[in-house]
């Protein structure tokens, strides 16, 4: 039997503490292996998500990212793409021995997705642009939701809109926290009703915050691609905090515009997600979010 041997490793995301922010594994150079292996592996891993590292194949790009869930191949994940550059450059390579500041150009299915990675004092940043959201109103019964939430409808937050975005996630506003926290959604019905509707997930927040610093508390529940909650879900925090800039909960008009966000911490899995607007008279121009990683594990993978 010949088998190959591949090194992986558990990452938290978006924390500097074990045991807390988002897991995902990294598989460090994944040449070689078919798309049912990467999903057999992510299976196996059985994290929100499994990252695949691969070399460039043209110029255009310094190298290639693919992300899997334990069911199915994403376009793109924020925790797992910090996890991913927290490995590159503890294991040193694509140059993170040499240059404490590195920019890449990674190769997804979403595009090309720039990444700067900055190392300082033993830490490892990582920061890489999403893309800009657009939003519609919810178009569905609220009250329905809520009835899979298993929350009354009095805790929606009436002075924010209900919103689905381009990705196809729906934000919901909730009054206050002890409601959110305390929330246990049937999922089952929550993956029915978002496979309706054609939606991934449903982040449900609210602006009272554990930390006087952040903008919003979330949770994030996305059953119908396999992940019932995701403790910190970077794609869906960039978007959320253009959404609070929109509804004028964030303040600023032009130049850049920070925003933190925190999310987990109801499931033992607290991170929290920096996130950046760049704005022009009004206009969000760029949104980037940005995070540290932590390793838990290291460890070698026998694919046959």
């Not at 009095?154 to 996630?169: C, I």
């Not at 008009?253 to 760049?278: C, F, H, K, S």
Request: glycine letters at 6%; aromatic letters at 8%; charged letters at 20%.
């Amino acid at each position: 039997m010949n088998m190959k041997l591949y090194t992986i490793k558990h990452i938290d995301a978006f924390t500097d503490r074990a045991f807390t922010g988002n897991p995902a594994a990294v598989l460090l150079d994944a040449s070689g292996l078919s798309d049912e292996q990467m999903q057999l592996i992510a299976r196996e891993m059985n994290l929100s998500e499994t990252a695949f590292v691969l070399p460039a194949t043209d110029s255009t790009h310094d190298l290639e990212l693919r992300w899997f869930t334990p069911t199915k191949e994403v376009s793109l994940c924020g925790h797992a793409t910090i996890a991913t550059f927290h490995a590159l450059a503890e294991e040193k390579r694509f140059g993170l021995n040499e240059h404490p500041h590195k920019e890449f150009r990674v190769k997804t299915r979403s595009g090309i997705l720039p990444v700067l990675v900055e190392q300082r004092n033993d830490k490892i940043m990582v920061k890489f642009s999403m893309p800009v959201p657009t939003f519609e109103k919810f178009d569905g019964q609220i009250a329905d939701l809520f009835n899979v939430l298993s929350v009354p409808t009095e805790q929606l937050d009436k002075s924010l809109p209900v919103l689905t975005s381009s990705s196809r996630y729906l934000y919901l506003p909730f009054v206050n926290r002890e409601p959110l926290l305390k929330m246990s959604p049937d999922f089952q019905l929550l993956k029915q009703f978002l496979l309706r509707r054609g939606l991934s997930g449903v982040c449900v927040f609210t602006t009272e915050t554990k930390h006087p610093t952040s903008a919003a508390h979330s949770r994030f529940f996305a059953p119908a691609i396999g992940i019932d909650e995701d403790p910190v879900t970077g794609s869906a925090q960039s978007e959320l905090a253009c959404y609070l800039y929109l509804q004028k909960r964030v303040e600023g008009t032009d130049g850049t515009i920070p925003v933190t966000l925190e999310q987990g911490y109801v499931i033992n899995r607290g991170g929290r997600v920096w996130a950046e607007l760049m704005v022009r008279d009004g206009t969000i121009q760029s949104v980037s979010i940005s995070g540290y990683a932590i390793t838990v594990m290291n460890g070698q993978l026998l694919v046959e």
